[in-house]
């Protein structure tokens, strides 16, 4: 196990070392951390929010966790998520200097987490997003990297931590999400290396892809059956879509995190290259989902509209009414076809 450690730490060196270097000096000569994820945390946002709160509790160092949005309920096994403050629900008088953004593209996507950082705010980037347009004092972005929890591995290492279950489950549990269960293509030889290391540290890779991939909640199932049975496909069978508005939430029971994962039910469809989701926000704005067979980089269309993610998987918010927005998607994925 030693040089198989010895190894993952040799990788993270070779890359970003100093962005490493500065992120060490930044979390070891202050105090007073402000932790954020994304709007709408998944995963790995989660995971990644949770290890860097443990990394800072390793250095006696004082920390708040915070977001715009709730944490998912199946995710509420991992190691301090109550603490991390919803801000829809609790705002918080405090603003914070130190502050440490991660899973974050962009900045508007801490939302309302920005009303908390004081005017000379320090904000260190981590992410993964390609799209990711360097916001921070200090960035830290590997757009290869499967998840933003790889590159807190890498970090954890450089910094000469050592793991625990704990932290090693919120790792583990970032990578499996991203990944899709490690079946996308961003699952590379060092990814498996990491999930490795970290089943070694009695981390139940089973249940948790029971409990994250598997499981369904009933409103969720419901919510899936109402949306599918308004899916749409275009004529040359390469784009499929479904919409999903709040009078289908309401009337399912479902809430924001059933949506997790619809999407991926017309991209799956044989001979479709490109899935959509379209969730109706209110009268005049969509947050669309984008997911892509491998030929679309749904990034580029994303970004088109103010949006971001990856190559294969990417949304956006888009001002307007559902019809139009749904034009306007399709016109673009068309030109990308």
Avoid at 99 to 127: E, M, P
Wanted: aromatic share 6%; hydrophobic share 40%; glycine share 8%.
């Amino acid at each position: 196990m030693k040089k198989k450690n010895e190894n993952l730490k040799e990788t993270a060196m070779q890359t970003n070392e100093q962005e490493f270097r500065q992120i060490e000096q930044f979390l070891t000569e202050r105090d007073d951390f402000l932790v954020v994820s994304h709007v709408q945390p998944d995963g790995d946002a989660v995971s990644s929010t949770l290890a860097v709160g443990w990394l800072l509790s390793c250095l006696g160092k004082n920390y708040m966790m915070v977001n715009e949005g709730p944490i998912p309920r199946r995710m509420s096994y991992l190691w301090h998520s109550e603490q991390i403050v919803d801000l829809s629900e609790t705002p918080l008088q405090s603003k914070y200097k130190n502050v440490i953004c991660v899973d974050c593209a962009d900045f508007k996507r801490v939302g309302k987490s920005h009303l908390i950082f004081t005017d000379d705010a320090q904000i260190v980037n981590i992410d993964h997003h390609p799209t990711n347009d360097a916001y921070g004092a200090i960035n830290l972005i590997v757009s290869n990297a499967a998840a933003t929890v790889e590159i807190l591995f890498d970090l954890i290492q450089f910094m000469n931590k050592p793991l625990d279950h704990d932290v090693a489950t919120a790792l583990y549990t970032g990578l499996l999400t991203d990944t899709g269960g490690f079946r996308y293509s961003s699952t590379s030889p060092k990814v498996m290396a990491i999930a490795s290391r970290l089943l070694e540290y009695g981390v139940d890779g089973p249940g948790l892809s029971e409990k994250l991939l598997e499981q369904m909640t009933l409103p969720q199932l419901r919510l899936l059956t109402k949306a599918l049975n308004g899916l749409q496909i275009s004529e040359d069978g390469k784009i499929s879509w479904v919409t999903v508005d709040d009078e289908d939430m309401r009337l399912t029971g479902a809430i924001h995190e059933d949506l997790e994962g619809i999407v991926n039910y017309p991209r799956n469809i044989q001979g479709v290259e490109v899935g959509l989701l379209f969730k109706v926000i209110n009268e005049n704005a969509v947050k669309v989902s984008l997911r892509s067979a491998g030929k679309v980089d749904v990034a580029r269309v994303a970004q088109s509209f103010g949006g971001g993610g990856h190559i294969r998987a990417a949304g956006a918010r888009i001002e307007g009414t559902l019809d139009e927005i749904v034009l306007r998607v399709l016109e673009q994925v068309k030109a990308q076809l």
